[in-house]
Every structure is written in structure tokens, then in C-alpha cells.
């Protein structure tokens, strides 16, 4: 199948997505990753859906269809702030799950409602002391709530993939840390790039820091990372910023 594609064919499932974005004929929804339609055209009866497709085949089965701008385009590459729109209801391409999840956050919107294969959708919303927490985990929840509503089988899908899915609902809270966004990447990306190292010696491999930034008293330097809340890691990375501001 092109484009690794496997569509949703569940009637029951599209239709429930719907009801938990609560979709109002004042809505617009963004749509990626449409398919076959079996979603957009049951969103279509009740608010204006903006579909992106990359597939110009299947794109142009969705050109005519009342209340649906058809966008045949890669959806990383378009210009989601040029668009107007208050929702996001998508099974999304599972393949790029994680950077259109967070060009997603970039934006304004009131809720999404999104399809995620079952192990991404777990680690987006895993606690610390879980085997699932990770980078993901902290990233997404630094910017949105996020709660999983479903399981949705593998057989409610063609070509049948080899995975569950989730649905999952996805709240923004603009930023939830106030801390220095490049200092928070770095700091969660090398938390899990070594996750069963201690956070000083973790730290210290990426020259995050050095012998006397720990002996200045940065906090949790003998944890490891899956024991640190997502607030923590941000206590962490307010106490680094004021002594980088010392240097």
C-alpha cells in the first residue's frame, strides 16, 4: 500500500471520534491524513472540514464534497497558522506521529481528537516510575493535557496493521514550565538519550554541565530520570538557567 496507508473502515469509530470533539456547526476542523473519507464526510454533515491529503488520488476522491477545502499537500510542509481552524479530528499518518503531533502543539486550537498506534499513544501520556515514561511524555505534557479515550482494535482498519490504536484527546495549555525552551530540550533529550545513568553523569556526557555545576547543588544529580516528574525536570532547568546566567 503507498504511503504505508491503512484506512480506517469502522463506522462506529468515526462516529464516536466525533462525539467526543463535540463538533458544533460552528466548527472548523483540521483533518490529516483523510484517506478514504470515511471520517471527513460524517465530520462534513455537521461543520466545515480543511482535509490534508498527500495522495492526489485520494485527494481527489474529497474535491466537491459540501463543507470540505481540500489541501493536496504534505501536511509537515503547510503552514498549518495560515488556516482556519478550532478543532483537530485526524487518524493520523502514523509514520510522522511525532512531529505533526508537535506542530500541532505550535498552534491555537480548542481540543484534537487524534488516532495514535497504542504503544505511542501510552507513551505520550505515561507518568514518571512508568516503563513507558520518555522524552514524548514530558515534551507533550509541558504543552497540552492529554488523556487516552479508547482502544480501537487493529481489525477496525485496511489493510489490517499490525498494531492497536488509540484515540486520544489532546487539550493545549500553552507552556506549562516557565523555563527557557532550549534549555528544556536539551535537558529532557539527554535525560532519555541516557535514562539509566544518573542525571549528573547523563548531563555531564552531553556538556550539559560540568564538575561545578554539581558541586553548586543542582538538584536530583543521583536520580535517574524515569524518577523525576515532568515538574521536577523543569525545577531542574530553572536552577540551571540562573547559573548559566552567572557564567
Request: aromatic share 6%; charged share 30%.
Amino acid at each position: 500500500m503507498r504511503l504505508s496507508q491503512n484506512f480506517l473502515i469502522d463506522e462506529r469509530v468515526a462516529e464516536r471520534q466525533i462525539r467526543y470533539a463535540d463538533l458544533k456547526s460552528t466548527d472548523r476542523v483540521l483533518e490529516v491524513g483523510p484517506g478514504n473519507g470515511i471520517l471527513t464526510r460524517k465530520m462534513a454533515q455537521v461543520a466545515r472540514v480543511i482535509a490534508i491529503e498527500i495522495d492526489a488520488s485520494l485527494a481527489k476522491k474529497l474535491e466537491g464534497l459540501k463543507n470540505v477545502e481540500v489541501i493536496n499537500e504534505d501536511a509537515m510542509k503547510v503552514d498549518f497558522s495560515s488556516l482556519d481552524f478550532n478543532k483537530i479530528v485526524s487518524n493520523i499518518p502514523y509514520h510522522i506521529s511525532s512531529p505533526l503531533t508537535f506542530k500541532f502543539l505550535d498552534e491555537t486550537f480548542d481540543v484534537a481528537i487524534l488516532m495514535y498506534q497504542k504503544e505511542f499513544a501510552e507513551r505520550m501520556v505515561a507518568s514518571h516510575g512508568s516503563k513507558k515514561y520518555s522524552r514524548l511524555s514530558v515534551m507533550v505534557y509541558q504543552k497540552a493535557d492529554c488523556r487516552i479515550l479508547e482502544n480501537v482494535p487493529r481489525t477496525a482498519f485496511r489493510p489490517v496493521p499490525k498494531v492497536d490504536s488509540c484515540i486520544v484527546e489532546m487539550k493545549p495549555v500553552g507552556k506549562r514550565f516557565d523555563v527557557d525552551d532550549e534549555i528544556f530540550d536539551r535537558v529532557v533529550a539527554s535525560l532519555f538519550s541516557h535514562r539509566r545513568k544518573k542525571i549528573k553523569n547523563a548531563l555531564m556526557i552531553d556538556g550539559i554541565i560540568d564538575e561545578e555545576m554539581v558541586v553548586a547543588r543542582l538538584p536530583f544529580m543521583d536520580e535517574r530520570v524515569e524518577h523525576l516528574s515532568p515538574e521536577q525536570i523543569a525545577e531542574l532547568c530553572r536552577k540551571l538557567e540562573v547559573l548559566n546566567e552567572g557564567v
